[in-house]
C-alpha cells in the first residue's frame, strides 16, 4: 500500500542491425571512430563542468515568498495541494532560521493528498551524482498521532518526465517512525529502507540532512541521513534505478488513506554539493508575550475571558496562564485562553501572568494587574 503504482515495469531490448553494427576495419570506420571518440570527450567534458558548476541552493523564506524555490522554471509553482484548499503558505508563527518559513497544511477529508514545493533540478541527479539535500523541519504536538498511514516529508523523483518513474527520500510509515527508502515503479516494491528507522520528535525543530551518491550497484552508492547534524545511519545499497531525477519536493509530498488534517513547517530547504549543517548559533532569544485581554488595570466582571498570545524567533512551544501566581492552564501552542470565575476570589488587585516557552527552555512573560 506504500505509494502502490499501476504502472508495470517494462524493459523494451534497444533495437540493433547487422547493417549498423560498427566494424572499424576501413579508413572511413578509423575516422568514424575518432570522431565518436571526441565526441563522447566533449560530453564528457560538458557533464563534468556541469556537475562542478552546481551550487548551493537554499530557500529560507527570507524573501517572504517562493521564488528561491522557483529558479528557472516560473511555471512550476512552489505550492501544490490535491483536493483543495491552498497548501504551502509563507509562515511568521515559526522559523527555524530568520522569521519566516513554510506552512505545508492538508484539510480533513479523504483521498491522496499533497502540500509540497518543488524544486526543478538545474541538471539532473544521475549515476555517480553526489548530492545533499535537506530541510529544517517542525512537526507540531499532536502530528504522529494524527497521521493515519504514511507520510513523505521530502523526496526526489522523476515523475513527469519519465513514464518509468522512480523515486527516493525520506517518508515516515504507520509506525510513526522515518526511513530513507528507495521506490521503482514496477520492479522494487520491497519498502526495505536504506537507512533507518530512526526518529524525528514533535514541537521542536530538526535539522534533517541527506546525502545520496547514486548508483544502480549495491556498494557502489552511498546513503547517510544526518538529523540535528548527527549520521543515524548509512548504507551503500542501490539507490535508484538508471532513470535521471529531474525534481526534489519538500513538504506533504504524499500521503495515504488520510482523513484527518495535517499541517507542518519547513524551513531552510537546500541541494547542495556539500553538507550544509545545523545551524550553530543557539536561540537565545526569548517568546513575546501579549495579553490582549483582560486590560492591565482594568476591573474586572464575573466572568473574565484571558486571551494571551506569543511569538518566537523558532517556535513557541508551551504557554500558561497564572492567576495570583497559581497555575490555571496550559497551551502547546503560541495562543491560550482561560475563562475566569471571579466569583469566589477577593476585591482588590490581583495579577494575571502568562508565560510563553520555546524548545531550548528560554521564558518570556507578560503580566496585568486587574481588580475587582
Ligand atoms: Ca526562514
Ligand atoms: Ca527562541
Redesign the pocket.
Known sequence: MFMKTSKKGSVKKSASSKNTKFRPNNLFDKQRAILFVAAFAVVGVLVLLRSQAATLRLADFETGDFSQIQSGNPTLQAVNINPSASAVVIANDKAYDGSKSARASIPEGVGNKYARTIWELTSPWSEGTDIWYGQAIYLPVGFKNAMQSYFVPMRWDNYGSSSNDSRGGISMWNDKRFRLFRLHAGIDSTETPLVGPFDISEGVWHWLEVRQKFSQSDGAAINEVYLDDVLIGSSTARNYFGVPITRLRNGIVAMGDQTNALDLWLDRLSIGTTKLGQLSAP?T???KVTISSPINGSSVGRNTNIVSTAT???GVTKMEVYIDNNLKSTSSSGSISYAWNTRKISRGAHTITTKAY?A?G?IGTSTVTVYK
Do not use: L, M, Q, W
Request: hydrophobic share 30%.
Open positions: 536561540d532569544t526569548a517568546p518566537d524567533n523558532i520555546d531550548v528560554n
